[in-house]
């Protein structure tokens, strides 16, 4: 299969894995949404007992920061923009997602690194990891450090803290629904909460993803662009190539009608040398005649007009 090929079935596949991510980003934020407004209400219902002491972060603690990366190169500097966060965080603990990144076994604190196919196929022990930070309060934050996708021409890094969970807008400051809970509210809420990190993460996931799509469709275009180019260039050159044929086949002939003899010069044609009798009396180039000898004069314009034509 042919480059250009090759290069555009990667263009077309980018364009349909934005859409995709996109639409698997905005399922489960509206999934995270539903389970965050689930939050609220047990965090502000008067009607429960919450010691809500368990979900305050270790302001002593360091941070979690998960870092999203991707799996497959061909997108500029989607990878280089998190490595360059990477190099620098010598202090927190970390998530690594991406075989790009992981292939890096240098960093600090790497709790976890797995590729974007293993998160996708095994997301529980990062749900785990969540869980145990929340109940042991070991961090003071938890942080998601990925490219950010916000439309075609705009993908910016972003570090967004997910825990402590920031205070949401209500319409009323306490919510009096009345439910039933079986077993220890505490412990429901704690899986819930480790619940919603779960879902923040998979939206950074597939928001990621959508960048990196978006990255390399613009690179795959920019590479189809220059090869366009690479082809026109080459056309051009057969063109010349076979005018030039032409031409010293037109010139060899002229020349055997007339008893003069032409030499290719370190085997190249154009420039060809011509001998009458054993005596060089002129050079021809493609584009003009150079010191021809009074001899060969005369037919200056005829060879001329050979070349020009």
Do not use: W
Request: net charge neutral; charged share 35%.
């Amino acid at each position: 299969m042919k480059i250009k090929s090759v290069v555009k079935v990667m263009n077309f596949y980018s364009l349909l894995r934005v859409d995709s991510s996109k639409k698997k980003a905005e399922k489960y934020f509206g999934y995270e949404q539903a389970v965050r407004e689930f939050i609220d209400n047990i965090l502000n219902n008067k009607n429960l007992i919450l010691d809500k002491k368990m979900i305050k972060m270790n302001e002593r603690g360091r941070e979690l920061n998960i870092y999203i990366a991707n799996d497959l190169g061909f997108c500029g500097s989607f990878n280089s923009n998190i490595n360059e966060v990477l190099r620098q965080d010598k202090d927190s603990d970390k998530i690594i997602i991406g075989k790009k990144i992981i292939q890096n076994k240098s960093f600090d604190n790497v709790m976890l690194s797995m590729s974007k196919d293993e998160y996708f196929e095994s997301s529980g022990q990062i749900n785990k990891i969540m869980f145990d930070a929340i109940k042991d309060k070991k961090y003071k934050s938890i942080n998601l450090i990925y490219n950010h996708y916000y439309n075609v021409s705009r993908i910016e890094r972003v570090k967004r803290q997910i825990l402590p969970l920031e205070k949401t807008k209500t319409k009323k400051d306490e919510y009096n629904d009345d439910f039933a809970v079986e077993g220890n509210i505490n412990s429901i809420l704690l899986n819930i909460i480790a619940l919603y990190l779960g879902y923040e993460i998979k939206v950074a996931v597939e928001n990621s993803y959508a960048s990196e799509n978006i990255m390399r469709q613009m690179i795959t275009k920019e590479s189809l662009k220059k090869i366009d180019e690479i082809e026109e260039e080459k056309q051009r050159e057969e063109r010349k190539e076979k005018q030039i044929r032409r031409i010293n086949m037109d010139i060899t002939k002229i020349f055997a009608e007339l008893n003069y003899t032409i030499y290719d010069i370190n085997g190249e044609c154009p420039p060809c040398s011509i001998v009458e009798n054993g005596r060089l009396i002129g050079f021809v180039r493609e584009d003009l005649i150079v010191d021809m000898a009074e001899g060969a004069s005369q037919h200056r314009e005829k060879i001329e007009s050979i070349i020009g034509g």
